[in-house]
Structures are given as structure tokens and as C-alpha cells.
């Protein structure tokens, strides 16, 4: 794949094999300051100069063998932002080497880097950094080949007065007489620019497995080790389910109220299927084809966002985010033994499933295979081309009492509930009926009142639950939920909260206002690229 519609960068030309980020993180003027130092290959002959992803980013100066290079900076393309251009010293040969380093500072805009004042911490006292670069934001946190098609490794210097932990092994540390550290990190194995990740803050670790730490805030490392108390038992799960874990630590970092990562979510279900039983993975499933269901509307069953392969030329890949990409299909582990540390596209793959079950099941496979409507499936909008049969045991449950109200909306005051009703239903069933209740048209004020009252949910604080009570009363422009929605929406900087939550409080009657003043008080506390995402939904950008 040497063409990447998200990339300005030549990878037909060169391709970087390794980074080394040396960087002094400077709180009081929210920059990161240093250098990085990229060695790259030619993989063309005559390669005379590299052409590198920015955004936002100030660069002072390319260097190789110390030797100042001539580079120049691109007008911003308001997507894919701004190309840097090195010209080498002489022509590089095809699998020629060389290393090319960029002095540089990070600027305020910079989308993959959210600085939070000590008040949004746990702790108040402290501020605080992460960066989240997936799925084109690299480029704003270093000039880089930003294509997952380039696949590398890289270490790190970080200097800071607060612990810096990244998505690599930490390999040492240096105390100054200044009061900074510097936090040195490798990572082996090989991996896309978008998933350099940094942290930096008053930060705890705590052991909670034999490859596994839980860093977070010390006010709040009790909570996290509790919470993810079964991450060893998910690994090994992952591992039986595909291939061994081969990145050596399973660490986990949990922010302050921090953006979702929706990475793994076919895998992740597996592994519930496999730790809880298939109901629960189907149940789970469920809940996932909801999902899907509302990433369709959103878009409009028509949009190419909606194709299992999304048409990326020209369109920002956040807005491309969605639920869609993930009903993928088994043979996982033949999957990632064949391409680990690969990026690849579409037609690699359907032809290694081809060749995969003809190896293990023969011509009759091939010719089921054949039957498939590839066209629909990878290339059409809209829901994908089959009605799924999920194991409904669970769900039951969930519809009959969902219909039970549905069934009520004309009598004055229905006497058929109880707190009786939820008694039995776990966290996720209350969800999943939540959801139902959602899909129906507006319950009446009246039956909201009794809901509430009977249910007690609005002071339930499971934010799974609470969200979808919230979305239920909005789509009824019930009114009184509208300071707990804003509370809710200014506290919680989860996308898969907050977006939805602004945006049908904006849709709500006497909601528009309302949203945006609440989303405009508090713009600061969202990551960038949520901030923007809701500016544009409520009109604001
Ligand atoms: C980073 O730290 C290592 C280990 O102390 C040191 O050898 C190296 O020179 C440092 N790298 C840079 C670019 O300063
Ligand atoms: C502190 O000292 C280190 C090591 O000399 C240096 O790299 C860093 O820039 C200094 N930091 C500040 C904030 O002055």
C-alpha cells in the first residue's frame, strides 16, 4: 500500500524504521519542545528528498550527520495540515539509510495533545498531559510519516517535573538539579505513528498483575485497581483467542475523565464470550448491533462511512469513526499470526481468507465463500446485507418490560410497575431496556415521572445507565432532565457520552440554546478532537 489518501507523506519513496523523541515538557507554556530523530529507508531509487506529516507544529530546523538540510512548510490543507519537505543531501539509492533530525515545538493548536489544568485533575494539584493521536493526529504531536502503512519502533527522552509514562517500556530514569526527570522509554515492537502515546502527570502505578500496571492519580489507584482487578484473565483470554501477547507489559493508564478508545471491540467480546458464556457475549452482541443500527442513522443509510470500506479520499478519518468497521468475522487467529506487525487492505485480506479455508475446509467453503455477495458486504451502504440471530435469553427480559410501557402510554396512571420490576436485571439488562425504551416513540411526561420514581434512575451514577435514561428523556423533551444532562455532558469527557448527549440536547425542545452555552462554558475540559466534533454538531464550526 505505498498510497495513503490521509497521508501527505512520500511513503512510495522512503519509509521510517525507527523515532527517537528527545522532548522537555514545559507546563507553564503548554509545549512540548525538543527534537525527533527519524531513521529512514529508501524504498525507491533517487530519492532526493522526504516529505513528512505536520500539524500545528513549529519546526526550527532539519539536521542529518549534523548538517543543516533545506526544508520548507507547506500551506495548511485544513484536513491533512501542513507537508514538510527535507531535501537530502544527495539522492538516496533504494534501500539506502540515512537519519534525519527535526528540532521542533509543539504550538497550542496541536489536536493530539490536551493540557488539563490542576481543576480538572482527581487530585487538583497537579496539571496534567495525554496525548491521543489515533487516527491522524500524530502529525500534530511530530513531523512524521502519519500512515498506519508505516510500521516502526520508537524510544523516548521525555523531561518533565511530573512522572511521563508512554506507550513503550520504560528503560530508566534521570534526576536534574532543575527538579525535571528524564523518563527514557523503548518500544520494539513495530507499530503505527498513531499509537505514540504520552502521558504526564502526578501519576501512581500499582501492580495488579504479572505483566500488568495501573497508572493513574493516587487519589484515585484504589478505584483503578479494583476496576481492572481481571486484566490478567483478559489477556490470557485474548491470547487463547488469538496469538500469544507479544508487547512484553499490559499497562493500563486511566485518565481523568478521559476520551473512549473503541479499538478492540470485536476481540473484546470474544473475550467476554469466552470468561462469561455465549449468552452473555450474544446479549453483548445486542448491544453492539444497537450501536450500529444508530452509527447508520447517523450518517444516513446512504453514506460511504457506512461501507465496511470506508472511502477515506478526502474526508477526515475522525468523522469516519464509527461503529461500522467493527463487524468483522472469525478466523482471528490465523488473522494476526498472518499479519502481525502488517498494516494491510482490503483485497490482502479477502484473498488470505480464501486461501485460508480452502486450506482448512476445502473446495465446499471456497464455494460458500463464493455465494457471498462481496460487493454489498465491503463496498454498500448502509446496514450490512443480513438479518443477525442473536441468543435472546437475556434480552427477554428486557422487551417484555419495555413493552409493558410501551403498552401503557394511554392509561392516566398505569398500576401494573413496581421497583419489583428491576430487581432481577443486571447492570446491562437495565441498559439494554433503557435502549428499548429509547427505540419507541416518546413516552408522556407523566410515565417518565413514574419511571423515575419507581426505578430511581435518576440518581443512578453508572454512566452506561445513567446516559441512556438521559437519551430517553430527551427524546421526550422532558424538561426536568435537562441541569442533570448538562451536568452529566460537562463532567464527563467520554465521546461516547458527551456527543450524543449535546446533541440531542440541542435537538430537544428548548434544548439548543442550552447545549451550546453548556458546551461553550466548559469547551476546554474536551479533548480537542471531541470539541471539535460537538462544535460541529451543534452548529458551532
Ligand atoms: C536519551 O537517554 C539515553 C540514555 O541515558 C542517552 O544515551 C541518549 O543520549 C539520550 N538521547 C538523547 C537524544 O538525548
Ligand atoms: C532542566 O534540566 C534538564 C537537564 O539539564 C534540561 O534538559 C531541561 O531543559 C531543564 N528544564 C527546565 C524546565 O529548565
Redesign the pocket.
Known amino acids: 500500500m505505498a498510497y495513503d489518501p490521509s497521508s501527505q507523506s512520500n511513503i512510495s519513496e522512503v519509509k521510517t524504521s525507527h523515532i527517537?523523541l528527545?522532548l522537555v515538557v514545559d507546563f507553564a507554556t503548554k509545549i512540548l519542545k525538543g527534537?525527533a530523530?527519524l531513521n529512514i529507508v529508501a524504498v525507491a531509487d533517487n530519492v532526493a528528498k522526504v516529505v513528512l506529516d505536520t500539524s500545528y507544529i513549529n519546526i526550527i530546523s532539519a539536521t542529518a550527520n549534523g548538517s543543516v538540510l533545506k526544508h520548507s512548510l507547506a500551506e495548511r490543507d485544513e484536513k491533512f495540515g501542513s507537508a514538510l519537505t527535507i531535501e537530502l543531501p544527495k539522492p538516496l539509492a533504494k534501500d539506502e539509510k540515512t537519519t534525519i533530525v527535526i528540532d521542533y515545538t509543539t504550538t497550542k493548536d496541536c489536536t493530539a495533545i490536551q493540557w488539563l489544568e490542576p481543576e480538572q485533575t482527581a487530585g487538583k494539584k497537579h496539571p496534567y498531559l495525554f496525548t491521543q493521536c489515533q487516527a491522524i493526529h500524530a502529525r500534530s504531536l511530530l513531523p512524521c510519516q502519519d500512515s498506519p502503512s508505516v510500521k516502526l519502533t520508537y524510544?523516548?527522552?521525555i523531561t518533565t517535573p511530573l512522572r511521563a509514562v508512554m506507550s513503550a517500556v520504560p528503560?530508566?530514569e534521570?534526576k536534574h538539579a532543575n527538579g525535571t526527570t528524564?523518563y527514557?522509554f523503548e518500544q520494539k515492537t513495530t507499530m503505527p505513528s498513531y499509537l505514540i502515546a504520552l502521558a504526564v502527570g502526578n501519576l501512581e502505578g500499582r501492580e495488579i498483575g504479572p505483566r500488568s500496571t495501573v497508572w493513574t492519580e493516587p487519589e484515585v489507584i484504589e478505584a483503578a485497581a479494583w476496576e481492572f482487578v481481571d486484566t490478567e484473565n483478559f489477556v490470557r483470554t485474548g491470547e487463547e483467542l488469538l496469538t500469544p501477547y507479544d508487547w512484553g507489559r499490559y499497562d493500563l493508564l486511566v485518565l481523568p475523565a478521559s476520551l473512549n478508545e473503541g479499538f478492540t471491540v470485536f476481540v473484546e467480546r470474544k473475550i467476554v464470550g469466552r470468561m462469561q458464556g455465549r449468552e452473555h457475549a450474544e446479549f453483548s452482541a445486542i448491544i453492539g448491533h444497537k450501536a450500529l443500527v444508530e452509527s447508520v442513522e447517523l450518517y444516513g443509510s446512504d453514506h460511504p462511512f457506512t461501507a465496511l470500506r470506508p472511502c477515506l479520499r478526502g474526508e477526515d478519518p475522525d468523522d469516519a469513526f464509527s461503529s461500522v468497521p467493527y463487524v468483522f468475522e472469525p478466523y482471528l487467529r490465523a488473522h494476526v499470526q498472518e499479519f502481525a506487525g502488517r498494516s494491510i487492505n482490503t483485497d490482502d485480506w479477502k484473498a488470505f481468507l480464501y486461501s485460508f479455508m480452502e486450506k482448512t475446509f476445502g473446495q465446499e467453503k471456497v464455494d460458500l465463500l463464493n455465494q457471498v455477495d462481496w460487493n454489498a458486504w465491503i463496498s454498500g451502504v448502509g446496514m450490512p446485507p443480513v438479518d443477525n440471530k442473536f441468543d435472546q435469553t437475556l434480552a427477554k427480559a428486557c422487551n417484555c418490560l419495555c413493552k409493558k410501557w410501551d403498552e401503557s402510554r394511554h392509561e392516566k396512571a398505569p398500576s401494573e410497575f413496581s421497583p419489583k420490576d428491576l430487581e432481577d436485571f443486571s447492570p446491562t439488562q437495565k441498559l439494554v431496556f433503557l435502549e428499548r425504551v429509547s427505540e419507541l416513540e416518546a413516552l408522556p411526561h407523566t410515565h417518565l415521572d413514574l419511571m423515575d420514581e419507581l426505578y430511581q434512575l435518576t440518581t443512578v451514577r453508572n454512566s452506561e445507565i445513567r446516559f441512556r435514561w438521559h437519551m430517553v428523556c430527551l427524546k421526550a423533551d422532558y424538561e426536568k432532565i435537562y441541569p442533570e444532562v448538562v451536568e452529566f455532558a460537562q463532567t464527563m469527557g467520554r465521546m461516547k457520552f458527551c456527543r450524543p448527549l449535546f446533541r440531542a440536547l440541542y435537538h430537544a425542545k428548548n434544548g439548543a440554546q442550552l447545549a451550546r452555552d453548556s458546551f461553550l462554558a466548559k469547551r476546554s475540559f474536551y479533548h480537542p478532537i471531541a470539541a471539535a466534533m460537538i462544535a460541529k454538531d451543534l452548529g458551532l464550526s
Do not use: I, L, Q
Request: hydrophobic share 25%; charged share 25%; aromatic share 0%.
Open positions: 527517537h528527545d527534537s530523530a524510544s523516548a527522552n528503560v530508566g534521570e528524564t527514557k
